[in-house]
């Protein structure tokens, strides 16, 4: 919720706003206070939103074997953990339960979803991390990489979803 509140007017996302309270019968109320959330159901994008502002995991892998991660060239030079001259978004496809993500480039991601959704999808993502990324540092963290997940709502706007900026998201 934290997340979702200090990002709020860079995209929609799928929070309705009502108290998850309301929905649950009243024995079950005070076990959803605090820890739930009511949300618009979406079409997912079958993507994983990728952000990296520093070399690390799979991307720091794929460098060392071609300089460059998901087909976006790196300077030479890079070790574990630098920083990137900027954020880079490095898409990948959802993997079934159990198995990893893969890795692939701008424009495998566009033969996914569409070039003008695929456009929006990494300008979006870019300025979410962004702007994450200068908050935290004023706490005195770093967000290396970070995923996000979008999804379409019933008039076709682009929907931010899910977790955001959570340990399970984001290094």
């Known amino acids: 919720m934290f997340w979702f509140a200090h990002l709020e007017g860079i995209v929609p996302n799928h929070?309705?706003?009502?108290?998850?309270?309301?929905?649950?019968?009243?024995?079950?109320?005070?076990?959803?206070?605090?820890?739930?959330?009511l949300v618009r159901r979406l079409k997912p994008l079958p993507?994983?939103?990728?952000?990296?502002?520093?070399?690390a995991g799979s991307g720091w892998k794929e460098y060392q074997q071609s300089q460059?991660?998901?087909?976006?060239?790196?300077?030479a030079g890079l070790k574990n953990a630098s920083r990137l001259p900027e954020p880079i978004f490095t898409p990948a496809?959802?993997?079934?339960?159990g198995e990893h993500d893969e890795n692939i480039t701008f424009e495998q991601c566009v033969d996914l979803i569409g070039a003008d959704v695929a456009q929006q999808v990494r300008e979006i993502s870019i300025r979410l991390y962004s702007t994450a990324a200068q908050l935290?540092?004023?706490?005195?963290?770093?967000?290396?990489?970070t995923k996000f997940e979008f999804g379409l709502d019933a008039a076709g706007t682009l929907t931010l979803m899910d977790e955001v900026l959570t340990p399970d998201s984001s290094r």
């Open 136 to 145: 935290a540092l004023t706490k005195g963290m770093i967000i290396a990489d």
């Open 15 to 37: 929070l309705t706003g009502d108290d998850p309270r309301s929905v649950v019968a009243p024995d079950e109320r005070e076990l959803v206070a605090g820890r739930s959330m």
């Open 68 to 75: 460059s991660v998901c087909g976006v060239a790196l300077p």
């Open 47 to 55: 993507i994983e939103a990728v952000v990296r502002g520093y070399l």
């Open 93 to 97: 496809t959802k993997a079934a339960m």
